[in-house]
């Protein structure tokens, strides 16, 4: 889940590189509902290793009120830190079972994977999936 601030816009969506694409939300690089109201901060996400599953998640997501996503991202992140910093940039990302991965996508972002495994965020703009 993305969020613009503590409490401001949120954005659910699907990936199977959750830092890759939020490092194209907080460069502007996709067009749309993320740029035109400054949605950025990574604040929540889950992993899957079924893409199916992911999406299926997703969908109940959005499907929820904006209370229960606020209690959802709290949970664990109750300062709403930006949690594409702590995973890139501390050893958050061995607690998040991830691995370094030295390809560098299109972008030139550093990629993070476990093999076999669907990671995702969640976007309230249902044309994310991509």
């Not at 694409?21 to 990574?42: C, I, P, S």
């Not at 830190?81 to 996508?105: E, F, M």
Request: glycine share 6%.
């Amino acid at each position: 889940m993305l969020a613009s601030r503590r409490n401001g816009t949120l954005y659910t969506g699907v990936s199977n590189n959750v830092l890759n694409r939020t490092w194209q939300h907080k460069n502007d690089l996709v067009e749309g509902f993320t740029k035109k109201y400054g949605v950025h901060r990574l604040v929540w996400f889950e992993t899957h290793e079924d893409i199916n599953v992911a999406i299926a998640r997703e969908k109940q997501i959005k499907g929820w009120n904006r209370a229960w996503k606020i209690r959802l991202i709290e949970k664990d992140n109750t300062n709403w830190s930006d949690l594409y910093w702590k995973i890139t940039h501390n050893r958050q990302a061995v607690r998040l079972g991830l691995s370094w991965v030295p390809a560098r996508c299109r972008y030139g972002v550093p990629r993070f994977a476990r093999p076999g495994m669907t990671t995702f965020f969640y976007a309230q703009n249902p044309n994310f999936l991509r």
